[in-house]
């Protein structure tokens, strides 16, 4: 008896780690793709920039590269170009993701209501994200025409002058603040508009009762409840705040006077204009720390809150 | 395990999949097979209009026939999807050792690539009547530390249009005899006159890129000076000397008095917005469709004073240091950049020729308004400098020129230009 039980159990346990192992199996197969394109495309290219980083490396002289210590850093540190890249980096972020998400939960917050034409004005403000990025850069460049754009047209309905926009070294950087933010808060609006519309409607009619007014639901109820939606807009804005490229890169080439120069262009400009492979890993990697520097204290700082 | 291993050898073999195919794909002609015992090329040149391309094939076929048995060439047309597609996948080749026998590159890149030793000389294989018979510009960009590199099918030039009825309108005749050449001043006054009720003086902002380079660095030469020294090694003196400063100031004044649009629309003077235009030959075939425009053509103003001088450059063709058959492989070279294909190029592009000879043949140009662009082709141009570190500097004499076009100083703007070009150029040319 005892036995027979024994082997029972003993050929149930069988039957099931053998599953167990065999479902460990698929599930290492599925993931398997994933992570050797991870590793590929993501770990090893990354790997490589921090070995080019202590490299002399001309991207037409392969035969060539020799390790130079930290030379690569001790010229980065001295480059007046590269903390102007980073100073117009930051104040770009800095700008960009609170009004952005801003503008974005606005749009959220009108088109959740019950509009007539709503689905019209979330089609209106979410067509500029499935635009191309190069297409309305060009497309901006001729409204920003410092002679004959629209805008300065609409300026002068006003009674203002001519301005340059794009073609003044303090007026560029604002001017494609303003184009990204149009462009891309449309983006933050569909994420909003998913967490308002995961918030109970009890909460709403229970506040009434008590005699609340919108303006208090919308302070005591609405920003609440979007918390973790709003963590989460905050970061992936960050995030693609900070490698501003198409923009500066379609419509300024980083001028007037490198007002537009981001980390992005300055890596790409050195790496593949003017073949500094090394310098341009050795950016890369810095640039690389600034993000993690930045995603993490994010994170801190939006959990301790 | 297995299926793991099963399927990473199946992402890796995608992974190789999408990397080969693109080479394997490329657009490819070709007449006829190549033979058994025929030496086999490759033969790499970026898409370019269709009736251009459509030379290339025709040239490369007749090349084919006529060598059968012994070269067969199989030329891969590379899509440009941006201004650097091309040049990125000769770095990636430059790599992995994979550059074709033969391959095009522009004219300014000549320098870099002889420099980095991926493309030889090609001295051997010419005979020097051969290369007499190339407008001078030619030898100029494809010649490195006293060899020569890549020749060229076709030259470029800049010129000036005009607007014949704004001109009438004025009482302003161009001049049609290089002695008489406008000079920035007389140029100036065309534009003061000109230049009102939505009309713009000129317009002269092709791109912010390299037609920075391509057409203003001209104003140095005509100035007596360069942007670089001869030998290309120092910028120091030169882009930000006196008559450097003079020619920058003269573009400012004409951007402060907005003469100039420096965001136009690429139809500015066709459509009659602009009384000048500066711009090339290519600009020419896409005149007819705006029948009401009657333009004409006179030469690259000069400095009062100063040397006649205008742009060329044009892509050129070398052979890849990675090449098993340098003799044959130059022997295509040869073929196609001779009389005919350079012909026969010149009339389907409009573009002038890169030799003197087919000129001969050629006689839209011994008239107006072609003449002009064949006198200064042949006679007064000059090409981009010379140098391994000519990304840099034209990536920074261009930004340089924008800033300054917009209001930058003058003087400080082209001392950056000199001490980023010195510097990058001690870094990692200087021996």
């Known amino acids: 008896m005892q036995t027979a039980m024994n082997a029972h159990k003993r050929e149930h346990i069988s039957t099931f780690s053998r599953q167990r192992r065999r479902e460990t199996l698929v599930g290492y197969s599925f993931v398997t793709p994933a992570v050797l394109l991870l590793i590929f495309f993501l770990v090893l290219p990354f790997l490589l920039a921090v070995v080019f980083g202590f490299t002399k490396f001309n991207l037409l002289r392969p035969d060539k590269i020799h390790f130079t210590g930290f030379d690569n850093y001790k010229l980065l540190f001295t480059d007046g170009l590269f903390y102007k890249s980073l100073w117009n980096t930051l104040y770009f972020t800095i700008i960009v993701v609170p009004v952005q998400s801003g503008v974005a939960l606005m749009l959220a917050l009108l088109v959740n209501n019950s509009l007539k034409l709503r689905n019209v004005f979330r089609i209106a403000y979410f067509s500029p994200v499935v635009t191309s990025m190069t297409v309305i850069a060009i497309l901006w460049i001729s409204l920003y025409n410092p002679n004959e754009g629209l805008i300065n047209s609409a300026l002068h309905f006003f009674g203002i002058s001519n301005q340059p926009f794009l073609r003044s070294s303090s007026q560029a950087m604002n001017s494609i603040i303003f184009m990204s933010v149009w462009q891309a808060a449309g983006y933050q609006m569909m994420i909003f508009l998913a967490g308002l519309q995961g918030i109970s409607k009890d909460l709403y009619e229970a506040s009434s009762i008590d005699g609340a007014n919108k303006l208090q639901q919308l302070r005591y109820i609405t920003i609440p409840s979007l918390y973790n939606v709003t963590v989460f807009v905050l970061t992936i804005t960050t995030i693609q705040a900070v490698k501003l490229f198409v923009q500066p890169y379609i419509m300024t080439n980083g001028g007037p006077e490198n007002s537009t120069r981001t980390l992005a262009l300055l890596i790409y400009q050195q790496g593949f204009q003017f073949r500094n492979a090394g310098y341009a890993s050795a950016i890369s990697v810095i640039f690389f720390l600034i993000v993690v520097l930045i995603s993490f204290s994010m994170k801190k700082f939006l959990r301790d809150k | ?431």
């Open chain 2, 1 to 431: 395990m297995k299926k793991g291993i099963l399927l990473s050898l199946l992402a890796v073999s995608l992974l190789a999949g999408c990397s080969g195919g693109g080479t394997q794909n490329a657009n490819s002609s070709s007449g006829g097979q190549g033979e058994g015992s025929a030496v086999e090329l490759t033969f790499w040149r970026p898409q370019a209009s269709e009736v251009e391309d459509n030379v290339y094939v025709k040239r490369i076929e007749e090349f084919n026939q006529a060598n059968k048995g012994k070269i067969h060439v199989k030329m891969e047309v590379i899509t440009r999807g941006n201004s650097f597609a091309y040049e990125d996948k000769i770095n990636a080749a430059v790599a992995s050792h994979t550059l074709p026998d033969v391959l095009a590159m522009d004219g300014p890149n000549i320098a870099n690539y002889a420099a980095s030793e991926i493309i030889i000389p090609l001295d051997e294989y010419f005979s020097k009547e051969d290369l007499d018979d190339f407008v001078p510009s030619i030898l100029q960009q494809g010649s490195y530390q006293g060899k020569f590199y890549a020749p060229g099918l076709n030259e470029s030039s800049v010129v000036l249009f005009y607007n014949k009825k704004i001109m009438a309108e004025h009482g302003i005749t161009p001049p049609d005899k290089i002695e008489n050449a406008w000079t920035w001043d007389d140029w100036y006054d065309v534009m003061k006159k000109t230049s009102k009720d939505g009309v713009f003086g000129t317009n002269m902002i092709n791109d912010k890129g390299e037609w920075m380079t391509y057409a203003f660095e001209q104003l140095w030469i005509s100035g007596g000076t360069d942007i670089v020294n001869k030998e290309g090694t120092t910028a120091e003196g030169f882009v930000n000397s006196p008559q450097g400063v003079e020619a920058a100031n003269f573009l400012q004044k004409l951007a402060n008095e907005k003469l100039f649009n420096i965001d136009p629309k690429p139809t500015e003077f066709e459509e009659g917005k602009a009384a000048t235009k500066l711009g090339g030959p290519w600009n020419i075939p896409g005149f007819k469709n705006y029948p009401d425009l009657e333009w004409g053509i006179t030469y690259f103003p000069k400095k009062a004073g100063g040397i006649q001088t205008a742009p060329s450059g044009s892509w050129a063709v070398g052979v890849s240091a990675d090449t098993k058959h340098p003799k044959e492989a130059a022997e295509v070279i040869k073929w196609i950049t001779n009389k005919d294909s350079s012909t026969q190029l010149a009339r389907a592009i409009s573009m002038p020729a890169s030799r003197k000879s087919a000129f001969e043949s050629l006689t839209e140009y011994n008239e107006l308004p072609l003449r002009i662009i064949k006198e200064q082709v042949t006679g007064v141009s000059h090409a981009r400098p010379v140098t391994p570190a000519y990304p840099v500097l034209t990536q920074k004499f261009a930004e340089a020129l924008t800033d300054i076009m917009v209001g930058a100083d003058v003087k400080k703007s082209l001392d950056n230009v000199a001490s980023t070009y010195d510097e990058e150029y001690k870094r990692n040319f200087a021996e």
